[in-house]
């Protein structure tokens, strides 16, 4: 593992683990919003599932560029920041179909049996899907500091 990223494959394990993203947004004020959030990487993109009347929906309606973290529970060194642009591309509205199969993967894999009986019980309230394609990843893989920290001039290379 370099310092300062992991490699593709890394990178993919690591989204693909049940550990809670982190959803930054900006208000109507233009302030940043963060939400600790449930979510899917399908290999391109960041899945959501949204509560319907969940308050950052506007923030992305009005302005989709967002910020999204990751970092492994068990070892703080493995990070990743996405940015990106969300999309709301199904909702409000009940869980079937599609929402309703990320739902249950999702439920399952954060929170297991519970989970599911969750997803049964509240089928019936709207939910909009997100997909957010990341415009830029960056990565942390290593406690060791990256070499644009130690170089010496001022500045450094950038």
Do not use: K, N
């Amino acid at each position: 593992m370099t310092a300062g990223g992991l490699g593709p494959e890394e990178l993919d394990a690591l989204l693909r683990r049940p550990i809670l993203g982190r959803l930054a947004t900006l208000d109507a004020e233009g302030y940043p919003a963060i939400v600790p959030i449930w979510f899917e990487w399908d290999g391109t993109a960041l899945l959501l599932l949204v509560r319907g009347r969940a308050r950052f929906l506007a923030d992305i309606r009005r302005e989709p560029r967002v910020g999204f973290s990751v970092v492994a529970d068990d070892d703080p060194d493995l990070r990743v920041h996405v940015r990106g642009r969300a999309q709301i591309v199904a909702g409000p509205a009940p869980l079937e179909g599609e929402t309703l199969a990320l739902a249950r993967r999702l439920a399952e894999r954060y929170e297991g049996p519970a989970g599911l009986e969750y997803i049964d019980a509240s089928q019936s309230l709207e939910r909009c899907l997100v997909r957010i394609v990341p415009d830029r990843t960056t990565s942390w893989g290593s406690p060791d500091w990256h070499p644009r920290y130690l170089d010496p001039s001022p500045g450094g290379p950038g």
